[in-house]
């Protein structure tokens, strides 16, 4: 039996995220520049997307640029920004086949400009699919995330008793969409980079050792597999869960 057979289809986990790791140590072994890693990683990516469409999967997270990448070297910023848009674009026309709307979370308008445009007219174009909704983590933090947060509650000037944790949650740039279920790092590393901190209270972890641009449908299937064989119990006991089930 395949490891997607294996799989049940009513405990799929309704959002997963990925921070897609391993893009440069896999240049490196190809004796490549870094770019080269990023441009492979797409095939990954397509991938991903493809998988979670396959299982009803119904929000998929991409970490794939953070605020912290603005202090890479100036040509591998504008390479990958330049890589990021016409991916998007090129890949427009399967992301309508599958029913995929387009979404971004961060620093939006610190995009430049002409790429900004671009990767906006691509959410134009899939905003009515609802298969699935692919939300690119760009010019994103968490610790940014819940500063700007915070800003906007000082800003309309609440008062310390009318804040609790759904009050903030609203003011965060991920309100429109559930909690992950499932984190995915690959790449080896056991770290969550600052990758929606606040969010992942109870996200399940996994990781791979597979560098980003191998990672394939299988490895998707593999994680979601895992996934199911875990019991959440969101600070409850194990006897308390299994009482509810």
Request: hydrophobic share 35%; charged share 25%.
């Amino acid at each position: 039996m395949t490891t997607l057979e294996q799989i049940d289809r009513s405990r799929v986990p309704q959002h997963v995220a990925i921070i897609m790791d391993g893009n440069g140590r896999w240049a490196m072994k190809q004796q490549q520049e870094r770019l080269f890693g990023h441009h492979n990683g797409l095939t990954a990516v397509r991938q991903a997307v493809e998988a979670a469409v396959e299982l009803g999967v119904k929000y998929l997270t991409l970490y794939t640029f953070s605020t912290e990448n603005w202090n890479r070297p100036q040509a591998e910023v504008d390479g990958l920004m330049e890589l990021l848009i016409t991916a998007i674009e090129e890949n427009t026309a399967m992301l309508m086949e599958n029913g995929v709307r387009l979404a971004t979370i961060g620093d939006f308008n610190r995009i430049p400009e002409r790429s900004r445009k671009r990767f906006q007219q691509c959410m134009d174009q899939t905003a009515g699919n609802s298969t699935l909704t692919l939300v690119i983590a760009l010019s994103y933090s968490s610790r940014w995330e819940i500063a700007e947060a915070l800003k906007q509650v000082c800003r309309e000037g609440l008062k310390a008793e009318e804040v609790d944790e759904e009050t903030l949650r609203r003011y965060l740039t991920t309100r429109d969409y559930p909690d992950p279920d499932l984190l995915i790092r690959t790449g080896g590393e056991l770290r969550v980079s600052n990758f929606l901190l606040w969010q992942m209270a109870y996200t399940e972890f996994y990781f791979s050792e597979q560098l980003w641009p191998d990672f394939r449908h299988e490895d998707f299937y593999a994680a979601v597999l895992d996934y199911q064989r875990r019991q959440r119990r969101f600070g409850k006991t194990e006897a308390q869960v299994e009482n509810e089930g």
